[in-house]
């Protein structure tokens, strides 16, 4: 009876690079909700004739992403590798042999990424994109010790060992559940509450969606750049020297997981104690009260030209609280009109009657600025309209 030969390992693609792509659609998704509910709010004429800008870089950014994924990404997804004593097996749209007599030389791009020249003028790039990646370097070195000098073999050969147990950690990355819960959803929840109940004592929040969908934002982005840097301490200083030990002493280069769980959790606890002190000077100093916009017009009065960047503090859309608006300030208010103030409430300002929006308009009379109202100058330099202190979005930092 003849025993099966034995087929080496199939390298696959890391599965969790399929989260990536979920990612996108999501992102995806909330891009076409947020251009939907722009169309419903404004109108299709509306949108288009002063939103064209952001509407080119979305159609943009899904041409790019959709021909990425379409043209490159899923093929490469679908493919593997084998390593056999005398050749390679690329298994993608088409199955290709490469054998190691026809490799003409071998380089190196960068981190874990690598490339094959063959006699023909072919290159075959792999990475730590796959699994075990350095079971083809070795292969390639056992066959062909010629093409590769040892020092760098050797060298190379480590590093594509930490990038694949790196690359491991991160599929098993929510391994430690009540912790991740409790990171991940928790606190966030717990974050976005108390920086409600903390700040709107001092401001006036009319927009709540905007409001809650930023605080969300900085929750998450701090969360993803915590959880980011101590995976590269991490990698850096611990895991990378453990394997870097063992390969000194000819040890199998295998994780271990006890180990690895250890310091994964206590990482994470680390994690949301950075977390929290981050989220702790956001709405200590108000950093998520900020936006950033562009001037679609130019406001000749104001001296505001099309196309410049100004920062819009929404700290001062408050009811009795230190942030105050003064005259001469440039403010915001309505669906983001922007006006300079002439007076505040008790200040006297010229008289004024009703246009046919309904907004008081000044006249040559003089009348005092009513409880609750800021007298300010409109955009074309000339009307002056009466605008209460409740549709006040934020003041103008051009």
């Known amino acids: 009876m003849e025993l099966p030969i034995e087929q080496p390992r199939v390298l696959r693609h890391r599965s969790h690079y399929k989260l990536y792509i979920m990612a996108f659609i999501l992102f995806s998704a909330l891009l076409v909700a947020f251009w939907g509910l722009r169309f419903h709010a404004d109108g299709l004429a509306h949108s288009f004739s002063h939103s064209w800008g952001d509407l080119l870089l979305t159609a943009f950014y899904f041409f790019v992403s959709g021909g990425f994924y379409f043209f490159w990404l899923r093929y490469r997804l679908k493919k593997s590798i084998q390593v056999f004593p005398d050749y390679l097996l690329v298994n993608g749209r088409t199955k290709e042999k490469v054998n190691y007599s026809d490799i003409e030389s071998v380089g190196v791009v960068c981190w874990s990424i690598f490339y094959v020249v063959l006699k023909d003028g072919t290159k075959h790039f792999f990475s730590s994109s796959f699994e075990r990646a350095d079971y083809v370097w070795e292969g390639i070195n056992r066959a062909r010790p010629d093409l590769i000098p040892q020092a760098q073999f050797e060298d190379y050969r480590l590093k594509l060992v930490q ?214 100058k409109s955009a074309n330099g000339r009307d002056v309209v009466l605008v209460k202190i409740e549709e006040l979005i934020g003041k103008i930092q051009n």
């Open 163 to 376: 990038y694949d147990h790196h690359q491991k950690r991160k599929e098993w990355f929510f391994r430690h559940k009540m912790i991740d819960f409790f990171n991940w959803f928790v606190f966030p929840v717990f974050f976005v509450v108390f920086a409600y109940l903390f700040q709107s004592q001092a401001v006036q929040i009319h927009n709540s969606g905007p409001y809650f969908f930023r605080l969300m934002m900085f929750a998450f982005l701090i969360l993803l750049n915590t959880g980011f840097v101590y995976s590269i301490v991490l990698k850096k200083l611990v895991f990378d020297r453990s394997i870097s030990k063992k390969l000194e002493n000819n040890e199998p280069k295998v994780r271990d997981l006890e180990f690895e769980g250890m310091v994964l959790q206590r990482s994470k606890l680390f994690q949301l104690f950075t977390a929290t002190l981050i989220f702790s000077i956001v709405v200590k100093f108000d950093l998520n009260m900020y936006s950033v916009s562009r001037i679609k017009e130019d406001i000749a009065s104001f001296k505001l030209k099309r196309g410049n960047t100004i920062l819009i503090d929404n700290r001062y859309n408050c009811v009795s609280c230190r942030f105050q608006i003064s005259d001469g300030d440039f403010i915001v208010f309505g669906r983001g009109t922007i006006g300079q103030v002439l007076a505040v409430q008790g200040d006297m300002v010229g008289q004024v009657s009703q246009d046919r929006k309904g907004r008081m308009i000044a006249s040559e009379n003089i009348q005092q600025v009513p409880r609750g109202h800021l007298a300010v």
